[in-house]
């Protein structure tokens, strides 16, 4: 069956969470490149924004243990509109405070509304996705994030600039309600949504493995599924490899201001760039497994060989300032690659829920790994982040910071792939 003769409306609802992705990734990633203004005009110091963020993650975490039990329960349609609501109202509120306190009430506030976008974006891929065509459909979704983070550097610094830092979270937030209205008009879950033909109707219901879910299929409780090695396999990769993202988000900015002593516009430049290429990544890392599933490769199999390969990949971040001194766009390129084998890996992380686990408790197990990722980005800005970057730069050796840094980076990826293997060597999947 050809792919005019299928449909593609299941393509306009993955662009719909592509650009949700986008808005929420904007939204976040704003203060990143604030913080010199902040230094200079609100007297902040690396402790403070450290805090500050501190605060987003633990929030975030906390939003994600709930948040995909809401989306269970309210459906993929009203729980992401709810969600996407209040952190667009998060962040325009954003403008009206001035001191750290003020900034982590706010941030916080943002991390737990902004908790419901993947939780929901996963459930929506698994609602209107064969399972073959998922990861590319997350991988497509989930460029998103690096779009938005290629979009706030360019744009930004130009806000600050001109309108000022107010400005900046207030243009960006009020994308959001743009996005709200799109989804209310477009989205209903597939054998609801009248555009769609029976054909791809048929289409996305195609995998026998799968139960059609319907409104009295068990549901599995928090207790059941944390009994799971399934569970604990994707919350554990999520942990180890989440935190490595969240530096790239609010310390890629500091480390060309803090090492190559440049401005803000003119940092703004390798950060897009190492994002452009992580999108690369990302939708690569979705159509990689697909390659092997066509060859005739266990589902399975294609997802932990694809992701090995990612984990590979990021290794020689480890010498992104050894290349830097000899030249900057070295540790563009290795830091880029690193930012989309991150970005390929996410995408098929995201998709081994889909592949273990019943569609009306994607939502749920998406949360709990979540929540566990914010945990390791908390972890990290506690022990290392907050302690290295404060001491090193006291005593002028920031680059001893960012070598420590780069290590833990590069060597995350492949401690995540072999507990994984050993927790679950086959995926097996878990029936309600």
């Known amino acids: 069956m050809t792919q005019a003769t299928i449909g593609k409306y299941r393509w306009t609802i993955c662009s719909l969470i592509f650009f949700a992705t986008t ?16 230094t200079n005009d609100l007297h902040w110091n690396d402790a403070d924004y450290a805090n500050v963020e501190i605060t987003f993650k633990l929030f975030y975490a906390i939003g994600m243990l709930g948040v995909g039990r809401i989306i269970d329960r309210l459906g993929t349609k009203i729980g992401y509109a709810v969600f996407t609501f209040f952190w667009s109202v998060a962040g325009v509120c954003t403008s009206l405070v001035n001191t750290v306190v003020g900034f982590q009430v706010v941030r916080g506030a943002l991390g737990v509304a902004e908790s419901g976008n993947f939780p929901a974006a996963i459930k929506t891929v698994a609602e209107w996705f064969p399972k073959k065509e998922r990861a590319l459909a997350t991988g497509i979704f989930n460029s998103g994030a690096n779009i938005g983070a290629i979009v706030t550097p360019l744009c930004v610094p130009w806000i600050v600039i001109h309108w000022g830092w107010k400005w900046a979270f207030i243009s960006t937030g009020l994308l959001g309600f743009v996005w709200l209205i799109c989804w209310m008009l477009f989205y209903e879950i597939p054998k609801n949504q009248k555009k769609l033909s029976e054909a791809e109707l048929a289409y996305i219901q195609s995998d026998k493995d799968e139960v059609i879910e319907t409104s009295e299929q068990p549901k599995l409780s928090w207790k059941q599924l944390i009994g799971y090695k399934q569970t604990w396999a994707f919350i554990i990769g999520k942990f180890l490899t989440d935190p490595i993202w969240w530096f790239y988000l609010f310390w890629l900015p500091d480390f060309f201001e803090s090492v190559y002593k440049i401005k803000l516009q003119a940092a703004s430049w390798p950060v897009a760039t190492i994002y452009i290429i992580s999108t690369v990544g990302s939708i690569w890392g979705g159509w990689l497994p697909l390659n092997f599933i066509k060859k005739g490769m266990p589902v399975f199999k294609a997802r932990k060989r694809s992701m090995l390969i990612y984990a590979f990949l990021v290794l020689p971040i480890f010498f992104a300032l050894v290349l830097g001194k000899m030249n900057l766009w070295y540790a563009v390129m290795v830091i880029g690659i690193a930012a989309a084998a991150h970005q390929a890996w996410s995408a098929n992380i995201f998709t081994t829920v889909s592949d273990m686990f019943p569609k009306n408790s994607t939502a749920t197990v998406t ?19 907050k302690q290295l970057f404060v001491y090193y730069r006291s005593i002028n050796q920031i680059e001893t910071a960012y070598y420590i840094m780069f290590a833990i980076c590069a060597g995350s990826y492949l401690l995540a792939w072999l507990i994984m293997h050993y927790l679950v060597p086959r995926m097996k999947r878990v029936e309600a």
């Not at 808005?23 to 902040?38: A, E, G, P, Q």
């Not at 566990?372 to 990290?380: K, R």
């Open 23 to 38: 808005i929420n990734y904007i939204d976040r990633s704003v203060i990143s490149f604030l913080k010199s203004t902040f």
């Open 367 to 385: 949360g709990l790994g979540g929540m566990f990722g914010g945990l390791g980005g908390i972890v990290l800005s506690l022990f290392v982040q």
